[in-house]
Protein backbone atom coordinates (compact mmCIF):
# COMPACT_ATOMS: atom_id res chain seq x y z
CA UNK A 1 0.00 0.00 0.00
CA UNK A 2 1.50 3.47 -0.62
CA UNK A 3 2.15 5.48 2.36
CA UNK A 4 -1.01 7.04 3.85
CA UNK A 5 0.00 9.72 6.45
CA UNK A 6 -1.84 10.96 9.78
CA UNK A 7 -4.51 13.11 9.26
CA UNK A 8 -5.01 16.18 11.08
CA UNK A 9 -7.52 14.56 13.65
CA UNK A 10 -5.15 11.66 14.09
CA UNK A 11 -2.37 14.44 14.81
CA UNK A 12 -4.43 16.33 17.35
CA UNK A 13 -5.63 12.94 19.13
CA UNK A 14 -1.84 11.85 19.11
CA UNK A 15 -0.72 15.47 20.73
CA UNK A 16 -3.48 15.26 23.08
CA UNK A 17 -2.22 12.28 24.38
CA UNK A 18 1.10 13.35 24.80
CA UNK A 19 -0.44 16.14 26.97
CA UNK A 20 0.95 19.15 24.18
CA UNK A 21 -0.50 21.38 22.35
CA UNK A 22 1.23 21.44 18.37
CA UNK A 23 4.18 19.35 17.30
CA UNK A 24 7.10 22.37 17.87
CA UNK A 25 5.95 21.96 21.97
CA UNK A 26 8.14 18.78 21.45
CA UNK A 27 11.11 20.76 20.17
CA UNK A 28 10.91 22.80 23.27
CA UNK A 29 14.41 21.64 24.72
CA UNK A 30 16.06 22.16 21.78
CA UNK A 31 18.58 25.04 22.10
CA UNK A 32 17.23 28.28 20.75
CA UNK A 33 20.99 28.52 18.75
CA UNK A 34 20.51 25.12 17.44
CA UNK A 35 16.70 25.92 15.45
CA UNK A 36 16.18 27.29 12.40
CA UNK A 37 15.65 30.95 12.37
CA UNK A 38 14.92 31.13 8.57
CA UNK A 39 14.46 29.83 5.33
CA UNK A 40 17.33 28.45 3.35
CA UNK A 41 19.23 30.75 1.56
CA UNK A 42 18.12 29.46 -1.94
CA UNK A 43 15.97 31.16 -4.46
CA UNK A 44 12.58 29.95 -5.23
CA UNK A 45 11.91 27.54 -8.01
CA UNK A 46 16.17 26.43 -8.80
CA UNK A 47 16.67 23.31 -10.41
CA UNK A 48 18.01 19.82 -8.66
CA UNK A 49 21.18 20.70 -10.88
CA UNK A 50 21.58 24.31 -9.32
CA UNK A 51 20.59 23.02 -5.73
CA UNK A 52 23.34 20.00 -6.21
CA UNK A 53 25.97 22.93 -7.34
CA UNK A 54 25.05 25.05 -4.19
CA UNK A 55 25.17 22.21 -1.65
CA UNK A 56 28.68 21.50 -3.00
CA UNK A 57 29.97 24.84 -2.74
CA UNK A 58 28.96 24.90 0.74
CA UNK A 59 30.26 21.76 1.38
CA UNK A 60 33.87 22.45 0.01
CA UNK A 61 34.03 25.17 3.32
CA UNK A 62 34.38 21.81 5.79
CA UNK A 63 37.60 20.71 6.35
CA UNK A 64 38.59 17.50 7.07
CA UNK A 65 41.46 14.94 8.52
CA UNK A 66 43.50 15.46 5.61
CA UNK A 67 43.66 19.70 5.24
CA UNK A 68 44.32 20.23 8.89
CA UNK A 69 46.59 18.50 10.96
CA UNK A 70 44.80 17.18 14.41
CA UNK A 71 45.61 16.98 17.82
CA UNK A 72 42.35 16.11 19.08
CA UNK A 73 41.07 13.51 20.92
CA UNK A 74 39.27 12.77 24.44
CA UNK A 75 37.80 9.55 23.02
CA UNK A 76 38.49 10.02 19.16
CA UNK A 77 41.49 10.26 17.34
CA UNK A 78 43.18 10.61 13.97
CA UNK A 79 45.19 7.21 13.93
CA UNK A 80 46.51 5.50 11.23
CA UNK A 81 43.91 3.58 9.04
CA UNK A 82 45.77 0.82 7.07
CA UNK A 83 44.63 0.44 3.43
CA UNK A 84 43.77 -3.90 4.22
CA UNK A 85 41.89 -2.65 6.55
CA UNK A 86 39.65 -0.86 4.59
CA UNK A 87 39.76 -3.25 1.62
CA UNK A 88 38.96 -6.03 4.10
CA UNK A 89 35.64 -4.34 5.31
CA UNK A 90 34.62 -3.08 1.94
CA UNK A 91 33.97 -6.57 0.55
CA UNK A 92 29.86 -6.99 -0.21
CA UNK A 93 29.48 -10.02 2.14
CA UNK A 94 31.05 -7.79 5.29
CA UNK A 95 29.32 -4.39 4.18
CA UNK A 96 25.84 -5.47 3.76
CA UNK A 97 25.83 -8.04 6.43
CA UNK A 98 23.19 -7.37 9.49
CA UNK A 99 22.63 -8.69 13.00
CA UNK A 100 21.37 -12.30 12.30
CA UNK A 101 18.21 -12.70 13.44
CA UNK A 102 18.12 -16.41 12.15
CA UNK A 103 21.33 -16.52 13.61
CA UNK A 104 22.91 -20.03 13.11
CA UNK A 105 22.06 -19.41 9.16
CA UNK A 106 24.52 -16.48 9.19
CA UNK A 107 27.77 -18.76 10.01
CA UNK A 108 30.15 -16.05 8.40
CA UNK A 109 29.17 -13.35 10.53
CA UNK A 110 28.95 -15.44 13.59
CA UNK A 111 31.89 -16.12 13.36
CA UNK A 112 33.75 -12.48 12.83
CA UNK A 113 31.41 -12.20 16.53
CA UNK A 114 32.95 -14.87 17.73
CA UNK A 115 36.73 -14.13 16.81
CA UNK A 116 35.82 -10.12 17.84
CA UNK A 117 35.07 -11.54 21.34
CA UNK A 118 37.78 -13.70 20.98
CA UNK A 119 40.33 -10.61 20.62
CA UNK A 120 38.47 -8.30 23.50
CA UNK A 121 38.60 -11.21 25.92
CA UNK A 122 42.27 -11.98 25.35
CA UNK A 123 43.30 -7.81 25.57
CA UNK A 124 41.35 -7.38 28.41
CA UNK A 125 42.32 -10.58 30.38
CA UNK A 126 38.35 -11.71 31.19
CA UNK A 127 36.54 -14.87 30.33
CA UNK A 128 33.57 -13.75 28.58
CA UNK A 129 32.96 -10.81 25.79
CA UNK A 130 30.15 -9.63 24.24
CA UNK A 131 29.23 -8.48 20.55
CA UNK A 132 30.30 -5.45 20.29
CA UNK A 133 27.83 -2.01 21.34
CA UNK A 134 27.28 1.30 20.44
CA UNK A 135 30.11 3.03 21.56
CA UNK A 136 32.78 3.19 24.72
CA UNK A 137 30.02 5.55 26.72
CA UNK A 138 27.34 4.26 25.87
CA UNK A 139 28.77 0.49 27.20
CA UNK A 140 30.38 2.27 30.24
CA UNK A 141 26.44 2.98 30.90
CA UNK A 142 25.57 -0.23 30.34
CA UNK A 143 27.85 -1.52 32.83
CA UNK A 144 26.84 0.64 35.46
CA UNK A 145 23.35 -1.02 34.66
CA UNK A 146 24.45 -4.20 35.06
CA UNK A 147 25.59 -3.67 38.55
CA UNK A 148 22.98 -2.62 39.81
CA UNK A 149 20.96 -5.18 38.35
CA UNK A 150 23.44 -7.57 40.30
CA UNK A 151 23.79 -5.90 43.48
CA UNK A 152 20.66 -4.31 44.40
CA UNK A 153 22.30 -0.82 45.17
CA UNK A 154 21.50 2.12 43.74
CA UNK A 155 24.99 4.31 43.80
CA UNK A 156 27.75 4.62 41.19
CA UNK A 157 31.05 6.07 41.75
CA UNK A 158 32.57 7.28 38.99
CA UNK A 159 36.15 8.89 38.83
CA UNK A 160 36.15 12.75 38.17
CA UNK A 161 39.02 11.78 35.36
CA UNK A 162 36.52 9.59 33.48
CA UNK A 163 36.10 11.75 30.28
CA UNK A 164 33.08 14.15 30.61
CA UNK A 165 31.59 12.40 27.24
CA UNK A 166 31.51 9.57 28.85
CA UNK A 167 30.10 10.90 32.25
CA UNK A 168 27.20 12.57 30.43
CA UNK A 169 25.78 9.44 29.06
CA UNK A 170 25.95 7.46 32.28
CA UNK A 171 24.23 10.64 33.89
CA UNK A 172 21.54 9.82 31.22
CA UNK A 173 21.37 6.44 31.96
CA UNK A 174 21.34 6.98 35.78
CA UNK A 175 18.41 9.01 35.42
CA UNK A 176 16.27 6.40 33.26
CA UNK A 177 17.13 3.45 36.25
CA UNK A 178 16.63 5.60 39.27
CA UNK A 179 20.98 5.47 40.11
CA UNK A 180 22.57 8.21 42.07
CA UNK A 181 25.81 9.24 40.58
CA UNK A 182 29.07 10.58 43.49
CA UNK A 183 32.48 11.67 41.88
CA UNK A 184 35.32 11.01 43.41
CA UNK A 185 37.58 14.19 43.09
CA UNK A 186 40.93 14.58 41.42
CA UNK A 187 44.27 15.58 43.27
CA UNK A 188 45.03 18.62 40.89
CA UNK A 189 48.61 18.08 41.05
CA UNK A 190 48.88 14.84 39.41
CA UNK A 191 45.25 14.41 37.67
CA UNK A 192 44.89 11.16 39.13
CA UNK A 193 42.46 9.98 41.62
CA UNK A 194 43.89 9.01 45.61
CA UNK A 195 42.67 5.99 47.05
CA UNK A 196 42.01 7.81 50.10
CA UNK A 197 39.30 9.58 47.96
CA UNK A 198 37.85 6.80 46.65
CA UNK A 199 37.50 5.00 49.88
CA UNK A 200 35.86 8.24 51.46
CA UNK A 201 32.74 7.56 49.01
CA UNK A 202 32.23 3.65 48.88
CA UNK A 203 29.96 2.08 51.25
CA UNK A 204 26.92 -0.54 51.03
CA UNK A 205 25.66 1.13 48.62
CA UNK A 206 27.85 1.51 46.32
CA UNK A 207 26.89 -0.68 42.81
CA UNK A 208 29.84 0.19 40.72
CA UNK A 209 32.62 2.07 40.67
CA UNK A 210 34.21 3.31 37.25
CA UNK A 211 37.84 3.73 36.61
CA UNK A 212 38.94 5.07 33.15
CA UNK A 213 42.59 3.96 33.01
CA UNK A 214 44.85 5.17 31.10
CA UNK A 215 42.61 8.46 32.37
CA UNK A 216 41.23 11.26 29.68
CA UNK A 217 44.24 13.55 31.00
CA UNK A 218 46.40 10.47 29.51
CA UNK A 219 47.67 10.04 33.20
CA UNK A 220 47.77 6.03 34.60
CA UNK A 221 45.65 5.56 37.43
CA UNK A 222 46.58 3.16 40.14
CA UNK A 223 44.04 1.07 38.80
CA UNK A 224 44.31 -2.54 40.90
CA UNK A 225 44.20 -0.08 44.45
CA UNK A 226 41.07 1.76 42.86
CA UNK A 227 39.60 -1.96 41.50
CA UNK A 228 40.32 -3.36 45.16
CA UNK A 229 38.75 -0.59 46.93
CA UNK A 230 35.82 -1.40 45.23
CA UNK A 231 35.74 -5.05 44.96
CA UNK A 232 36.04 -5.37 48.93
CA UNK A 233 33.14 -2.73 49.37
CA UNK A 234 31.04 -5.99 47.34
CA UNK A 235 30.76 -3.39 44.41
CA UNK A 236 31.27 -4.52 40.89
CA UNK A 237 34.83 -2.90 39.54
CA UNK A 238 34.45 -1.39 36.23
CA UNK A 239 37.49 -0.51 34.05
CA UNK A 240 37.31 1.90 30.91
CA UNK A 241 40.15 0.88 29.20
CA UNK A 242 41.85 2.21 25.89
CA UNK A 243 42.63 -1.06 23.69
CA UNK A 244 45.47 0.55 22.24
CA UNK A 245 47.00 0.82 25.77
CA UNK A 246 46.78 -2.48 26.29
CA UNK A 247 49.48 -3.36 24.66
CA UNK A 248 51.95 -2.32 27.37
CA UNK A 249 49.71 -2.14 30.24
CA UNK A 250 48.65 -5.10 32.23
CA UNK A 251 45.18 -5.96 31.60
CA UNK A 252 42.52 -5.50 34.08
CA UNK A 253 41.34 -8.95 34.55
CA UNK A 254 44.55 -9.62 35.77
CA UNK A 255 43.73 -6.97 38.85
CA UNK A 256 40.74 -8.73 39.26
CA UNK A 257 38.46 -6.00 37.33
CA UNK A 258 35.10 -7.35 37.51
CA UNK A 259 33.77 -5.43 34.32
CA UNK A 260 35.76 -4.15 31.09
CA UNK A 261 34.45 -1.79 28.66
CA UNK A 262 35.70 0.93 26.22
CA UNK A 263 35.60 2.80 22.84
CA UNK A 264 37.07 1.10 19.63
CA UNK A 265 37.33 3.59 17.76
CA UNK A 266 41.47 3.65 18.00
CA UNK A 267 41.25 0.29 16.52
CA UNK A 268 40.91 1.55 12.68
CA UNK A 269 37.98 3.24 12.59
CA UNK A 270 38.25 6.77 11.38
CA UNK A 271 36.99 9.69 13.27
CA UNK A 272 34.69 10.82 10.92
CA UNK A 273 32.04 12.78 12.01
CA UNK A 274 32.06 11.09 15.80
CA UNK A 275 31.10 7.71 14.59
CA UNK A 276 29.96 5.81 13.33
CA UNK A 277 32.50 3.58 15.94
CA UNK A 278 31.82 0.36 18.63
CA UNK A 279 32.67 -0.09 22.27
CA UNK A 280 33.36 -3.05 23.86
CA UNK A 281 32.65 -5.23 27.25
CA UNK A 282 33.82 -7.78 28.57
CA UNK A 283 33.58 -9.41 31.90
CA UNK A 284 33.81 -12.17 34.69
CA UNK A 285 31.94 -15.38 34.00
CA UNK A 286 29.64 -14.65 36.87
CA UNK A 287 28.33 -11.57 34.99
CA UNK A 288 27.23 -13.52 32.08
CA UNK A 289 23.41 -13.39 32.24
CA UNK A 290 23.46 -10.05 32.72
CA UNK A 291 26.17 -8.48 29.75
CA UNK A 292 24.18 -6.41 27.11
CA UNK A 293 23.36 -7.60 24.10
CA UNK A 294 24.88 -10.93 22.35
CA UNK A 295 27.35 -13.85 22.67
CA UNK A 296 28.24 -16.09 20.04
CA UNK A 297 29.60 -19.41 21.35
CA UNK A 298 31.85 -21.93 19.01
CA UNK A 299 30.84 -25.84 19.25
CA UNK A 300 31.04 -28.44 16.09
CA UNK A 301 28.04 -29.74 14.37
CA UNK A 302 26.84 -33.23 13.87
CA UNK A 303 29.59 -34.20 11.41
CA UNK A 304 32.20 -33.28 13.76
CA UNK A 305 32.69 -29.19 11.77
CA UNK A 306 33.20 -26.69 13.69
CA UNK A 307 30.04 -24.17 13.59
CA UNK A 308 29.14 -21.17 15.47
CA UNK A 309 25.74 -20.20 17.73
CA UNK A 310 24.24 -17.38 19.47
CA UNK A 311 24.28 -18.63 23.04
CA UNK A 312 22.89 -15.56 25.17
CA UNK A 313 20.81 -12.55 24.05
CA UNK A 314 19.94 -11.48 27.43
CA UNK A 315 18.26 -8.43 26.35
CA UNK A 316 16.04 -9.02 23.43
CA UNK A 317 13.55 -6.62 24.08
CA UNK A 318 11.18 -8.57 21.06
CA UNK A 319 10.80 -11.25 23.26
CA UNK A 320 11.61 -10.89 26.73
CA UNK A 321 10.12 -7.11 26.68
CA UNK A 322 9.68 -5.58 30.03
CA UNK A 323 11.66 -8.64 31.57
CA UNK A 324 14.82 -8.08 29.19
CA UNK A 325 18.17 -7.02 31.16
CA UNK A 326 19.07 -3.91 28.13
CA UNK A 327 17.58 -2.03 25.34
CA UNK A 328 20.80 -2.77 23.45
CA UNK A 329 18.86 -3.88 19.77
CA UNK A 330 22.06 -5.02 17.92
CA UNK A 331 25.72 -5.07 17.55
CA UNK A 332 28.04 -2.29 15.71
CA UNK A 333 29.01 -5.43 13.35
CA UNK A 334 31.13 -3.65 10.58
CA UNK A 335 32.34 -1.42 13.25
CA UNK A 336 33.30 -4.47 15.59
CA UNK A 337 34.65 -6.58 12.26
CA UNK A 338 37.05 -3.05 11.20
CA UNK A 339 38.67 -3.41 15.03
CA UNK A 340 39.28 -7.03 14.91
CA UNK A 341 40.98 -6.63 11.09
CA UNK A 342 43.15 -3.81 12.85
CA UNK A 343 43.96 -5.70 15.72
CA UNK A 344 45.03 -8.94 13.34
CA UNK A 345 47.18 -6.61 11.25
CA UNK A 346 49.02 -5.40 14.12
CA UNK A 347 49.35 -8.25 16.00
CA UNK A 348 50.75 -8.61 19.47
CA UNK A 349 54.06 -7.40 19.01
CA UNK A 350 52.74 -4.71 16.58
CA UNK A 351 49.78 -3.71 19.32
CA UNK A 352 52.36 -3.14 21.75
CA UNK A 353 55.51 -1.11 19.86
CA UNK A 354 52.42 0.93 18.68
CA UNK A 355 51.54 1.73 22.85
CA UNK A 356 55.25 2.42 23.09
CA UNK A 357 55.33 4.98 20.55
CA UNK A 358 52.22 6.62 21.80
CA UNK A 359 54.00 6.83 25.45
CA UNK A 360 57.31 8.42 23.62
CA UNK A 361 55.37 10.72 21.44
CA UNK A 362 53.36 12.08 23.67
CA UNK A 363 55.78 12.57 26.67
CA UNK A 364 58.41 14.08 23.88
CA UNK A 365 55.48 16.19 22.46
CA UNK A 366 54.67 17.98 26.38
CA UNK A 367 58.47 18.53 27.03
CA UNK A 368 58.54 20.25 23.81
CA UNK A 369 55.08 22.88 23.78
CA UNK A 370 56.46 23.48 28.06
CA UNK A 371 59.26 25.27 26.33
CA UNK A 372 56.92 27.92 25.84
CA UNK A 373 56.88 30.69 27.66
CA UNK A 374 54.20 30.82 29.71
CA UNK A 375 52.85 26.95 29.07
CA UNK A 376 53.34 24.19 31.64
CA UNK A 377 51.89 21.09 32.49
CA UNK A 378 50.00 20.92 35.62
CA UNK A 379 50.29 17.47 36.08
CA UNK A 380 53.91 17.20 36.50
CA UNK A 381 56.50 15.21 34.42
CA UNK A 382 54.46 11.36 34.57
CA UNK A 383 54.57 9.29 31.60
CA UNK A 384 51.10 9.88 29.99
CA UNK A 385 49.21 7.45 27.35
CA UNK A 386 49.08 9.54 23.82
CA UNK A 387 47.31 13.00 25.76
CA UNK A 388 48.25 15.09 28.18
CA UNK A 389 47.32 18.92 29.55
CA UNK A 390 48.42 21.70 29.52
CA UNK A 391 47.53 25.01 31.08
CA UNK A 392 48.41 28.19 28.40
CA UNK A 393 49.00 31.84 29.94
CA UNK A 394 45.93 33.05 28.05
CA UNK A 395 42.09 31.63 27.87
CA UNK A 396 42.37 28.26 24.94
CA UNK A 397 39.56 28.90 23.06
CA UNK A 398 40.89 31.64 21.03
CA UNK A 399 44.15 30.16 20.51
CA UNK A 400 42.48 27.59 19.55
CA UNK A 401 40.73 29.09 16.62
CA UNK A 402 43.70 31.14 16.18
CA UNK A 403 45.63 28.18 15.11
CA UNK A 404 42.77 26.62 13.48
CA UNK A 405 42.04 28.93 10.87
CA UNK A 406 45.90 28.21 10.43
CA UNK A 407 45.06 24.31 9.81
CA UNK A 408 46.63 23.02 13.19
CA UNK A 409 43.70 21.48 15.31
CA UNK A 410 45.91 21.94 18.70
CA UNK A 411 43.73 19.91 20.84
CA UNK A 412 40.31 20.92 22.83
CA UNK A 413 39.46 23.51 25.72
CA UNK A 414 39.06 21.23 28.62
CA UNK A 415 37.69 23.97 30.79
CA UNK A 416 34.11 22.81 28.81
CA UNK A 417 34.57 18.98 30.78
CA UNK A 418 35.93 20.05 33.96
CA UNK A 419 35.15 23.72 34.87
CA UNK A 420 37.18 23.79 38.07
CA UNK A 421 40.42 23.62 35.55
CA UNK A 422 39.28 27.15 34.82
CA UNK A 423 39.64 28.68 30.90
CA UNK A 424 43.13 27.97 29.96
CA UNK A 425 43.35 24.73 30.08
CA UNK A 426 44.33 22.12 26.93
CA UNK A 427 44.31 19.03 26.22
CA UNK A 428 46.50 17.70 23.44
CA UNK A 429 46.41 14.26 21.79
CA UNK A 430 49.25 12.88 20.08
CA UNK A 431 48.73 9.73 17.78
CA UNK A 432 51.01 7.82 15.73
CA UNK A 433 49.89 10.62 12.21
CA UNK A 434 52.00 13.22 14.19
CA UNK A 435 55.36 13.67 12.66
CA UNK A 436 58.35 15.37 14.33
CA UNK A 437 57.66 18.24 11.63
CA UNK A 438 54.01 18.51 12.97
CA UNK A 439 54.83 18.66 16.11
CA UNK A 440 57.05 21.45 15.71
CA UNK A 441 54.64 23.48 13.88
CA UNK A 442 52.30 22.70 16.76
CA UNK A 443 54.61 24.61 18.91
CA UNK A 444 55.15 27.16 16.61
CA UNK A 445 51.60 27.91 15.91
CA UNK A 446 50.78 27.86 19.55
CA UNK A 447 53.63 30.08 20.49
CA UNK A 448 52.37 32.08 17.63
CA UNK A 449 48.99 32.13 19.00
CA UNK A 450 49.25 32.97 22.69
CA UNK A 451 51.28 35.90 21.42
CA UNK A 452 48.43 37.39 19.40
CA UNK A 453 45.91 36.52 21.75
CA UNK A 454 48.00 38.14 24.85
CA UNK A 455 48.33 41.24 22.64
Request: net charge negative; glycine share 10%.
Given at each position: ????????A???H??????V???D?????????????????M?????????????????????????????????????????A???????????????????????????????????????????????????????????????????G??????L?????????????????????????????????????A?????????????????????????????????????????????PL????????????A??????????????G?????????????R???R????????????????????????????????K??????????L?????????????????????????A???????R?C????V??????????????????????????????????????????????????L??A??????????????????Q???????
Amino acid sequence: MPFAPATAADLQHMLGVIGVDDVDALFADVPEAARPTRPMDMADGVSEQELVAAARAHAARNIDLSDAISFLGLGSYDHFVPAAVRAITSRSEFATAYTPYQPELSQGTLQTIFEFQSSIAALTGLPVANASLYDGATAAAEAMHLAEQTTGRSEVVILATVSPRIRAVVQTYASAYGMTILEAPADPATGRVTAAALEALVGDQTAAVLVQHPNAFGQLEDAPALVAIANAAGAVSVVHADPLSLGVLEAPGAYDAGVVVGEGQPLGCAPGFGGPTFGFMAAQERFIRRMPGRIVGGTVDAAGARGYVLTFQTREQHIRREKATSNICTNQALCALTGLVYLGWLGPVGLAELAELLVARAGRTRDRLCAIDGVRAPHGSAPVFREFLLELPVPAAPVIAWCAARGVLPGWSAGDGWPELGDRALLVAVTEQRTDADIELLATTLQQAIAEVGA
